[in-house]
């Protein structure tokens, strides 16, 4: 099955694409999801509705209204404070509008439309993902089960066969299921959540088998790298649990941006 990023590698624009136009609609639509990640983010683990009731300010619990819920913008022309109480909103929230425009636009750099269409959906859903466990350290079925469903989609659209992303699914989830089982037969731990688990296995549809191989190891240096950081400062001990979907969700991204760059490297090599 071709990854994301294989596809990329064929993707031609056609002369003449307002591709530029293109972005700045891309960038202006991930600034609107990021802005419903802030949502997923404190409802979900809450068990609030997503729906209602509508957003109001955590301080003097006013609704606020429409004009300033922009996305960044208002939090701009509000200079980060609230218009009823002029408390003091965490920059946390236009952060995550902005980095749900980066992820947007960087898969339509690197993987092409109409593929982008699936994959910014899919880069939404793993950044609300990595917050969500960074925070609770639990993912939620529902953030999974909906990028099962896209990635279905996707995989009917853009692989060849149902045997690939099958496979796919199996390198994600069985390599992590036998690392979990021996932790816990060697230290009495487990090594990784179920939640990780069905995270990679949902992530083989859109990556295959090479592209899975490839987010474990963007993800297992990166939490490597970071867990040498904590210890070394002190900040954790040994045996202390750090969420792992962050990671795995960066690695994820990282192999549909770069996974087609580092397999003709290793060629080349």
Request: glycine share 10%; with cysteine; aromatic share 12%.
């Amino acid at each position: 099955m071709p990854c994301a990023s294989c596809y990329n590698a064929n993707y031609k624009r056609p002369k003449g694409e307002p591709y530029m136009p293109l972005i700045i609609l891309w960038a202006t639509i991930g600034l609107c999801f990021g802005s419903f990640a802030n949502v997923l983010v404190y409802r979900l683990p809450r068990k609030i509705s997503v729906i209602t009731p509508p957003s109001a300010c955590r301080a003097c619990k006013n609704r606020i209204p429409p004009c300033d819920l922009l996305p960044l913008i208002s939090y701009i022309l509000l200079k980060g404070r609230c218009r009823k109480c002029n408390a003091h909103i965490s920059p946390i929230y236009p952060l995550t509008e902005v980095a749900c425009a980066a992820l947007f636009v960087g898969m339509l750099i690197f993987t092409g439309f109409p593929s982008a269409i699936f994959l910014s959906v899919l880069a939404f859903i793993l950044l609300t993902v990595s917050l969500i466990d960074w925070h609770t350290q639990e993912i939620p079925d529902g953030l999974l089960l909906a990028a099962l469903v896209i990635g279905i989609a996707w995989a009917a659209i853009f692989s060849v066969g149902f045997i690939g992303p099958i496979l796919g699914i199996l390198a994600g989830a069985i390599p992590l299921l036998i690392i979990d089982r021996l932790t816990l037969a060697l230290i009495k731990k487990d090594g990784f959540g179920y939640g990780d688990v069905k995270l990679m296995a949902v992530a083989g549809l859109y990556l295959g088998v090479g592209g899975v191989f490839t987010a474990f190891f963007f993800a297992f240096v990166a939490g490597g790298i970071f867990a040498t950081f904590l210890l070394a400062t002190g900040r954790a001990r040994r045996g202390t649990y750090i969420a792992f979907g962050p990671f795995l969700c960066g690695g994820i991204i990282a192999a549909l941006w770069f996974g087609q760059a580092l397999k003709d490297l290793l060629t080349y090599l």
